[in-house]
């Protein structure tokens, strides 16, 4: 089992939809990053929360530390948000060796159709 | 030229082959990191250099070897590879290290023939 959950693997979604994208953990962690990562390689850093809720423009990302339990949403989607979303955590304690390096997850590839 | 940048973008080499893979940084970081990144699998840290000194080597085998020449270039050498070692290797960089937000390059697609 992975240490970086995320559901679902794959999404496709009409052209205004809302979106929905999870991520769960199971370590100890100081800080969740979400990425996105479009066709071609590039990644791209949306989000780096520790609590709470965050915002920009049509995304946002909320986390709950007793859950362990962290979702992104896009408001409105639009073809172009289609790419790969990662959510990554960083660990709190002596993890695989080190402490605080990314643990990511598989990631979410989402497609949005005109 | 700003951000985060790695040359080649593309590279296919035979499996006796040396090359090399670059990354400059142009945001004043303390921290490097090399990734690779396989199909069906998450992202795997493979080098961390932090002020020039490394500070991380995730069991990577020995045919990758890093260079960090100074805090703004980051290099993996590459000899004798195989071709479960095609990906995609990305190259970040942060601040500091362990607790700052990375930015990532475009990456290089290598594949091994």
């Known amino acids: 089992k992975n240490e970086v959950e995320q559901s679902p693997q794959n999404l496709t979604a009409q052209e205004g939809e809302f979106i929905t994208i999870n991520c769960s953990y199971s370590v100890g962690i100081s800080a969740l990053h979400w990425l996105q990562q479009h066709p071609g390689g590039g990644i791209v850093s949306l989000f780096m929360l520790s609590s709470g809720k965050k915002k920009h423009g049509r995304l946002i990302a909320t986390i709950n530390i007793q859950e362990k339990h962290s979702s992104l949403h896009i408001t409105a989607s639009h073809p172009r948000d289609s790419a790969v979303y990662i959510c990554a955590v960083r660990s709190s304690a002596n993890y695989g060796g080190s402490q605080g390096n990314l643990i990511f997850g598989k990631g979410t590839k989402l497609s949005v159709k005109p | 030229e700003t951000g985060v940048t790695q040359t080649p973008r593309h590279l296919v080499m035979g499996m006796t082959n040396k090359k090399s893979l670059k990354c400059e940084q142009h945001?004043?970081?303390?921290?490097m990191y090399w990734y690779k990144q396989s199909a069906k699998k998450p992202l795997e840290l493979m080098f961390v250099?932090?002020?020039?000194?490394?500070?991380e080597n995730n069991s990577v085998p020995s045919r990758f070897s890093p260079e960090c020449p100074n805090s703004s270039h980051l290099f993996l050498h590459l000899h004798t590879l195989q071709p479960e070692d095609s990906a995609l290797y990305l190259c970040?960089?942060?601040?500091?290290?362990?607790?700052?937000?990375?930015?990532f390059g475009p990456g290089t697609r290598l594949t091994v023939t």
């Open positions: 250099y932090s002020l020039e000194e490394r500070v």
């Open positions: 945001l004043g970081h303390n921290a």
């Open positions: 970040a960089s942060s601040q500091g290290y362990l607790s700052y937000e990375q930015y």
